[in-house]
């Protein structure tokens, strides 16, 4: 049973993501005769300023209000 982890930042509706989940779904079963049952994907937003590439944030948060 693959467990597909899909890592990207907030911005995608629900509709998009079930498009994505049913994509990867029948990718698999097509070219690894995966049952589509057996496929699991889950999806985990992460802010861009909690992604961090080369040891910088992908984007500076915004400052405290004061």
């Known amino acids: 049973m693959p467990i597909v982890r899909i890592e990207l930042f907030p911005g995608r509706d629900h509709a998009r993501k079930m498009e994505i989940a049913e994509g990867i779904t029948s990718l ?9 049952s057996a496929t699991t ?21 915004e400052p405290a209000e004061t």
């Open 28 to 36: 698999l079963h097509e070219k690894a005769g995966i049952s589509p």
């Open 41 to 61: 994907v889950i999806f985990s937003e992460i802010a861009p300023t909690d992604w961090v590439v080369g040891g910088k944030p992908y984007a500076s948060p």
